[in-house]
């Protein structure tokens, strides 16, 4: 495909999915239940970091999440109640068992309470240098002030290390796209919506390498900035928003799948 054709496809597609009906099928459902902006920023969270696998399966998960915090995240994390959370050992969903989320749950708590939450974790580690990486970086160092299990740092991408990051920068995409078209929340404004990076994972990597968007053939942090500058080609203010079409048509419609193989 030439360019037009290109960026004619990657528009139809990003039109195609990038609405509320796309949510039905999609972990952040489980976020869209919630009104409150901690409560919809900590199960936005935790449901991003425990999204690989089967979708379904992904879903229940959170939802299972979604009831050990009472149905009220922000109150269960910060009440003194539930310092110990000891509700969450019951919990497991493929490696990530209930002795992780239970630190995953302490680290919430002190990042809420000392820290001032999420938002200002993750814009204060954009500020060093205005990139996402740095902003990664930061909200890991952070995250693991708390002695815990040496296990669980496995759950936290370090970008360090050139990890591709996937579930953070979903989680990212969540809380700071804001195109009122119902599915990403766009809480966030610290952080601007082009220095984003999309959520490399194995169906937006195989339909980007199909679509000659992406050459590196790992899924590693290089990777990742290597397809986001390519599609800031067809929309500098805003590329991670080809993550709908990229994504859609490699898991509904089998975009890239002789890649898989």
């Not at 290109?6 to 972990?27: G, M």
């Not at 239970?102 to 204060?124: C, D, M, P, T, W």
């Not at 496995?154 to 990051?165: F, Q, R, T, W």
């Amino acid at each position: 495909m030439n360019f037009a054709d290109l960026k004619s496809f990657l528009d139809q597609k990003h039109d195609q999915y990038n609405r509320p009906e796309f949510i039905e099928t999609d972990p952040i459902q489980v976020a869209h239940t919630f009104k409150r902006k901690e409560d919809i920023e900590i199960m936005a969270f935790l449901s991003s970091q425990i999204a690989w696998g089967n979708r379904t399966a992904i879903i229940k998960s959170a939802e299972k999440i979604k009831s050990l915090l009472k149905n009220n995240p922000y109150e269960y994390l910060t009440g003194s109640k539930e310092k110990d959370f000891t509700d969450s050992f019951q919990f497991v969903h493929r490696t990530f068992n209930g002795i992780d989320l239970n630190y995953f749950l302490k680290a919430l708590r002190h990042i809420y309470l000392q820290y001032g939450g999420l938002e200002s974790v993750f814009n204060q580690g954009f500020a060093v240098d205005n990139s996402i990486p740095s902003a990664l970086k930061h909200f890991r160092s952070v995250f693991f002030e708390l002695p815990g299990p040496v296990r669980t740092g496995k759950h936290i991408a370090d970008v360090g290390k050139l990890s591709s990051a996937k579930r953070l920068n979903l989680f990212l995409m969540w809380m700071v796209r804001n195109d009122k078209r119902g599915v990403h929340f766009g809480l966030w404004n610290k952080i601007p919506t082009c220095k984003l990076l999309i959520p490399l994972d194995v169906h937006v990597g195989n339909t980007a390498r199909m679509l000659g968007l992406l050459n590196r053939k790992q899924n590693d942090l290089k990777s990742v900035i290597e397809l986001t500058d390519n599609l800031k080609a067809f929309d500098p203010n805003d590329p991670v928003k080809y993550d709908f079409a990229l994504f859609g048509a490699g898991v509904f419609e089998g975009f890239g799948k002789d890649l898989s193989h």
